[in-house]
């Protein structure tokens, strides 16, 4: 079992930035990770991935440019710098792993992961 803890979140206004951080604990092995996000009424949707080597990385869309997803796997962590929020950016967030990845292997569908954070809110206002 892997555990996910999710950090970071909190109100900010458009414009202005966040890092989130999620801390894994257990049995924690090449797990390619990721971050997704769920808008009231809104169905779950893919933020950002990280390969279990960190050297490759995809991005929704409607984030590219503004978010960019890490990892630090000497502290099992990985974190979500988020630039130039927009109100539309407002969501629970959360964080991802899969049980085994190749090292440059990632995913953006929620059935890809295993793992699943409790989530942290995330407000920006106008």
């Known amino acids: 079992q892997v555990q996910l803890v999710e950090s970071g979140g909190g109100l900010v206004q458009a414009g202005g930035s966040l890092k989130l951080s999620c801390a894994a604990s257990g049995r924690t092995f090449r797990n390619a990770m990721a971050w997704f996000r769920q808008a009231p009424g809104k169905e779950r949707e893919f933020v950002a991935g990280?390969?279990?080597?960190?050297?490759?990385?995809v991005y929704a869309d409607s984030v590219k440019g503004r978010f960019t997803i890490s990892r630090d796997n000497a502290k099992n962590t990985e974190y979500l710098q988020m630039n130039s929020l927009k109100p539309e950016d407002t969501a629970d967030y959360y964080c991802?792993?899969?049980?085994?990845?190749?090292?440059?292997?990632?995913?953006?569908?929620?059935?890809?992961?295993?793992?699943w954070g409790q989530g942290t809110q995330v407000t920006v206002s106008s």
């Open positions: 990280i390969s279990w080597s960190g050297g490759s990385t």
């Open positions: 991802a792993a899969r049980k085994y990845s190749s090292g440059s292997g990632y995913y953006i569908a929620e059935d890809q992961y295993d793992y």
